[in-house]
């Protein structure tokens, strides 16, 4: 369902302020210049309203969080929250995650969220999975040495697809559980996984930590690499 116009969203938008990027290519390099006593830097694709955002953003204050959304909609609901919380290690962009490096230099993200993409059914449709190697090629060319992907999502055909495609581009994957609330409630929720933990559907997590890529690779893989 497509999420309903906000009224005055430019106006809602500005009165957040330094918040929201409007030009995140001039900070390509740079973003540590916003905070200079970050010991960390994470990049969440696809905040949405920004529970988890400003749920992480508050856990962790020493750590910049970078939230990238494509719905301005949505993303002016988590850009008030984080203002009304007075956060300042947490910046909100309008990006596309197919084009990261365009936004961030090389290395200087340590970590990326990956929290219930859409899943994309069916074959043809693969390459748009935000865990397809394409992608997770993508992300490397950001991350630093030991870098991450932290991956959740409620889709049990997707978290089993994903298993598979992280070993191929040299992610080691860690923490895997496919029912991550099974013993209460572990870490901070996003708004949508909050509403589906409550229905009593399993959550998936894992973490996938950068390794050297393996050689040669194959398939799609390659082929991105290559492109």
């Given at each position: 369902?497509?999420?309903?116009?906000?009224?005055?969203?430019?106006?809602?938008?500005?009165?957040?302020?330094?918040?929201?990027?409007?030009?995140?290519?001039?900070?390509?390099?740079?973003?540590?210049?916003?905070?200079?006593t970050?010991?960390?830097?994470?990049?969440?694709?696809g905040?949405?309203?920004?529970?988890?955002?400003?749920?992480?953003?508050?856990?962790?204050?020493?750590?910049?969080?970078?939230?990238?959304?494509?719905?301005?909609?949505?993303?002016?609901?988590?850009?008030?929250?984080?203002?009304?919380?007075?956060?300042?290690?947490?910046?909100?962009?309008?990006?596309?995650?197919?084009?990261?490096?365009?936004?961030?230099a090389?290395?200087?993200?340590?970590?990326?969220?990956?929290?219930?993409?859409?899943?994309?059914?069916?074959?043809?449709?693969?390459?748009?999975?935000?865990?397809?190697?394409?992608?997770?090629?993508?992300?490397?060319?950001?991350?630093?040495?030991?870098?991450?992907?932290?991956?959740?999502?409620?889709?049990?055909?997707?978290f089993?697809?994903?298993?598979?495609?992280?070993?191929?581009?040299?992610?080691?994957?860690?923490?895997?559980?496919?029912d991550?609330?099974?013993?209460?409630?572990?870490?901070?929720?996003?708004?949508?996984?909050?509403k589906?933990?409550?229905l009593?559907?399993?959550?998936?997590?894992?973490?996938?930590?950068?390794?050297?890529?393996?050689?040669?690779?194959?398939?799609?893989?390659?082929?991105?690499?290559?492109?």
């Open positions: 369902m497509r999420m309903r116009k906000k009224p005055n969203l430019i106006p809602r938008l500005e009165a957040c302020g330094n918040l929201v990027i409007t030009a995140p290519k001039d900070y390509r390099g740079h973003w540590r210049e916003l905070m200079p970050a010991k960390e830097v994470y990049v969440e694709l905040c949405g309203k920004g529970r988890f955002t400003v749920g992480t953003a508050q856990a962790e204050p020493d750590t910049m969080l970078i939230a990238i959304e494509r719905v301005p909609d949505a993303m002016v609901i988590a850009a008030e929250r984080a203002r009304e919380l007075g956060l300042i290690n947490v910046f909100f962009i309008d990006a596309d995650a197919a084009n990261l490096e365009e936004y961030f090389p290395g200087e993200v340590d970590r990326i969220y990956v929290n219930f993409c859409d899943p994309w059914p069916g074959a043809r449709y693969a390459k748009r999975r935000l865990t397809h190697p394409g992608f997770l090629l993508r992300y490397r060319k950001v991350l630093g040495e030991q870098g991450q992907i932290h991956f959740k999502t409620d889709n049990h055909d997707l089993e697809w994903s298993l598979f495609q992280f070993p191929k581009v040299g992610f080691k994957l860690s923490e895997v559980t496919r991550l609330h099974a013993n209460g409630i572990c870490g901070v929720m996003t708004d949508y996984e909050a589906f933990h409550a009593g559907t399993p959550i998936n997590r894992c973490v996938g930590t950068m390794e050297p890529l393996p050689e040669p690779l194959e398939g799609p893989a390659k082929a991105d690499k290559e492109g």
